[in-house]
């Protein structure tokens, strides 16, 4: 009986801190694929503040003529 009940306690333990290990890298790769996502957006923003200027200034010329 005794043995049993040290199987099942031994078996939740492991269970328990494979689980913890694989959300810890999971949780990880995720802020990383976030990071990476965010930086991304935010050239993409930049891009596009550019081109707004140059269609601007573009819209500018065509106006003096």
């Known amino acids: ?3 049993i009940l040290l ?3 031994g078996i939740s333990t492991f269970g328990m801190v494979t689980s913890t290990i694989t959300r810890f890298f999971s949780e990880t790769e995720r802020e ?3 990071d ?3 930086a991304k957006v935010d050239e993409q923003t930049e891009l596009l503040r550019q081109l707004e200027k140059k269609i601007e200034s573009l819209e500018n010329l065509i106006d003096r003529d």
């Open 36 to 38: 990476a996502l965010i």
């Open 32 to 34: 990383t694929k976030l």
């Open 1 to 3: 009986m005794i043995a």
């Open 7 to 9: 199987m099942l306690v």
